[in-house]
Structures are given as structure tokens and as C-alpha cells.
């Protein structure tokens, strides 16, 4: 079955970290792009990172430049992003998306909300 | 970072009708150009890619156009499952950016 599938979301506090993890599956994983678009709460929707098929070549919207770090695990077939410092404007769901030039697998989203 | 803008923002049609969504890129972005779409609660879609192909399984009401900087959605006789918001998003540079979004109500 192709399918991406997110974890690693929850509460946490202004300033703290956590890990998404998105796993892959039904398809060669190894041989895409990858990116982590997030969708604040009523609002539309941002890439904020992205990962060439071998993860050598990484980019980042300049909202999260520095804090967010994208990787992935091709012997695993898991796409992860690092996000520390976080701060209430990064509260919104994260989707994990495949794709070079069109996104045409997406997870299920992923709620992360940064509240003391 | 190249900016997306789409226009309406909403647009009430009803079931038959047929609405144009436009987009505009901030430079020209060729023909790198997707449209999605959302549903509530659900991650999107895509339904164009490269600025006239129609994705696999995507009805053929909808069609796209446009080149350079000016983008068009056309969707041809409304169905009721096609209410939704639709995204457009341009793939000439990583990370890719996303139009704010043209909800797309029953009227």
C-alpha cells in the first residue's frame, strides 16, 4: 500500500523541541524528494523544508531557517524533521509530501501545538 | 522566495456553473505550476501538474493553463464533491510556495 504515515506530534512548550518522524511505504522511497509543508489553523498551506532523494541537498523556508532540521533514513524509509526553539507561530498540522516538482503523496497531518 | 497570489479568495457558484481561479507568481516561474485541492480535515490533492496536466483519476472538468506568471483553474460544470479550497503552488524553487488559497463555496 503507498502511504506516508506522520508521528511524533503533541503539546509542547515555547522554546522546546520535538521530532517528527513520517514513514514511508509501497514505494521506493529512496528514489523521491521529500518535503514537510505545515497548515496553521484555519490557514493555508507552507513548505517549510525539503530533502533531495539522497539527502545531500537540504532547503528550509526562512521561517524555520535554523531551528528546523530536515533528514532522512533511507534504509528505513523515514523522513524526520528536527524542530527546536519553537515558538507559537509554528503551532499547525505538519503533512509529509512527496514529490520533486508535484506533491502527489501526502500523509495524514500531524498536529503540533507549541502552548505553555 | 517567489510569492503566490491567488485571486478570489472565495467564490460562491453553484452546481452546473462553471468558476476560472487565477494565480499569479511574483516572477516568472515557466510552467512550474500545481493546483490542489483540500478538503476539511484532509491533506490535499493535487489535480494539475505542470500547469495543464490533468493528475491521474482527476475528472477532466478541470483543466489549467497560463505560462510565465499568470495561471489559471477552470472547473467546468460543478459537481457537488468539487466544494472545496483550492491551492495553487509553484515548483521552480525549493522550498516550493503556495498561493493563500480560493475557497470555493455553494451558493
Known amino acids: 500500500q503507498v502511504q506516508l504515515v506522520e508521528s511524533g506530534g503533541g503539546v509542547v512548550q515555547p522554546g522546546g523541541s520535538l521530532r517528527l518522524s513520517c514513514a514511508a511505504s509501497g514505494f521506493t522511497f529512496s528514489s523521491y524528494g521529500m518535503h514537510w509543508v505545515r497548515q496553521a489553523p484555519g490557514k493555508g498551506l507552507e513548505c517549510v523544508a525539503f530533502t533531495r532523494n539522497d539527502g545531500r541537498e537540504k532547503y528550509y523556508a526562512d521561517t524555520v531557517k535554523g531551528r528546523f532540521t530536515i533528514s532522512r533514513d533511507n534504509s528505513k524509509n523515514t523522513l524526520y524533521l528536527q524542530m527546536n526553539s519553537l515558538r507559537s507561530e509554528d503551532t499547525a498540522v505538519y503533512y509529509c509530501?512527496?514529490?520533486?516538482?508535484?506533491?502527489?503523496?501526502w500523509g495524514q497531518g500531524n498536529l503540533v501545538i507549541v502552548s505553555s | 522566495d517567489i510569492q503566490m497570489t491567488q485571486s478570489p479568495s472565495s467564490l460562491s457558484a453553484s452546481v452546473g456553473d462553471r468558476v476560472t481561479i487565477a494565480c499569479r507568481a511574483s516572477?516568472?516561474?515557466?510552467?512550474?505550476l500545481n493546483w490542489y485541492q483540500q478538503k476539511p480535515g484532509t491533506a490535499p490533492k493535487v489535480l494539475i501538474y505542470?500547469?495543464?496536466s490533468l493528475e491521474s483519476g482527476v475528472p477532466s472538468r478541470f483543466s489549467g493553463s497560463g505560462s510565465g506568471t499568470d495561471f489559471t483553474l477552470t472547473i467546468n460544470t460543478l459537481q457537488p464533491e468539487d466544494f472545496a479550497t483550492y491551492y495553487c503552488q509553484e515548483s521552480y524553487s525549493v522550498p516550493f510556495s503556495f498561493g493563500q488559497g480560493t475557497k470555493l463555496e455553494i451558493k
Open positions: 509530501a512527496k514529490g520533486e516538482a508535484r506533491l502527489d503523496l
Open positions: 505542470a500547469t495543464s
Open positions: 516572477q516568472s516561474i515557466s510552467r512550474h
